[in-house]
């Protein structure tokens, strides 16, 4: 009977040994069920879907404008900012091999004739497309969205003065023309705003404008490129053309339509946490190459804690990334000041050499938060976020107000052609979702 009471009595500890590990190791790191995350602190994959990157395309088709009033774009034998500029587009290295050639636009706007690259070249430096056809910008955007629809291309460019002019026959344009010019845009772009990620991207330069005898009319014409196709291609076109510009330094602005940013592509950096042990469960699952947005063991002995994120911002234009400064970014915690979280460093990678880990995420930026606190709770989320910073349309004003097309240094109908893209959808701020970290001090 003793022995049996023995075994019996050893038999109980050991179930209740069980059963208390067990309690302790079912408990919830995430306690109070914060949200973005899992119980188990690890990042919902609802979440990884607004993770918003840029994408090489496979084909671009570029589309020129050659009408009376780009003529002094055109002239032979004086070189304008513009044939420079359209030239290192042609030749830059990542673009050459997938711009599949250069169509110029008859005088309706619906038909085309193609060149490749070399030859579009030669004949615009000889001065081959000076003309006196008219500019139908409707048209030349209805050619170009066929072509990215058939999947003739991913993305199509426009190279065009904008400065269309619908004038009926006795010489006047009334606002029910403007009207309508706005209203044609708005159509033809709202089924593929709604139904796809079609986007369009506007970008503006200056050139200077001759007359016939190489005289400067205007040393700052504007001329746009409008890009067109799908969000992530659109993206990445961009930001190739916007680099090739910016070192003739001709660029003037750009502004995108119907690009919804997201959330960029983050991690915590592998070795950059002190003071905190990492979550395992999500450094098997994530790690390798992709993504970490979890601390448990936050110790208060450490204070304070800093954690770097490692972004991916590669779809915005450099020169704008390389302008963020500490105060264009929110931080705050799901308990509010009870947690003291702030960015205290930016850079760009001289210092990461961990960050080549990250094959997933190919940081562009590193921000180094600080933490102190979490004394009243067990758990926090921390939301990183890019303050709400619009997209830059200011510098557009410049080239508003043409009261008619013959004023070189304005765009007559720009205001027209934006808003009627407007009405499809309203401009999106450059970063629209959060970046989240999870903060326990368990480490279950």
Known sequence: MKNYLLKFSTISIIVFCLFCISSCCCDPLNQDKLTPYHDDGVLKSEHFSSFY??????????????????????????????????SAILTCGELTNIITGVNIFNNNGDGVQQYDPSEFRRKMNKGDFVSQQSTFIPAMINTMLKDVDSCACDVAVLISDMKYSPVRSDGTVTQTDIQQYELDIKNLFESRFTETDMSVSLICCESEFLDKNGRVLCSEFPYYLVLVGKASNVAWVRNQIIEVLNDKNNLMGCIDFNVNYGCPKY???????????????????????????????????????????????????????????????????????????????????????????????????????ELTGLSMYEDDVIEVKLDSKSQDIEWLNKYYGATREGELEKTYLLESFINGLKLVKPLYDIQNSSMYMFVSKNNN
Not at 329 to 340: A, K, M, Q
Request: glycine share 8%.
């Open 53 to 86: 990157s840029s994408e090489k395309p496979g084909r671009i088709c570029m589309y020129m404008e050659s009408s009376g009033s780009m003529n002094g774009l055109f002239r032979p034998k004086h070189g304008t900012r513009f044939q420079y500029d359209i």
């Open 267 to 369: 991690t915590i950096l592998p070795n950059e946490v002190i003071g905190a042990i990492r979550n395992s469960n999500e450094l098997t699952s994530y790690l390798s190459g992709q993504h970490c947005s979890s601390i448990v063991g936050f110790d208060d002995s450490f204070q304070p804690v800093k954690v770097v994120f490692g972004v991916n911002y590669n779809h915005l234009p450099q020169t704008l990334v390389t302008s963020l400064q500490l105060d264009d970014f929110s931080i705050c915690s799901h308990w509010g000041h009870n947690l003291d979280a702030k960015i205290v460093n930016i850079d760009y990678g001289q210092n990461h050499k961990s960050s080549n880990e990250c094959s997933y995420v190919a940081p562009n930026i590193y921000l180094t938060v």
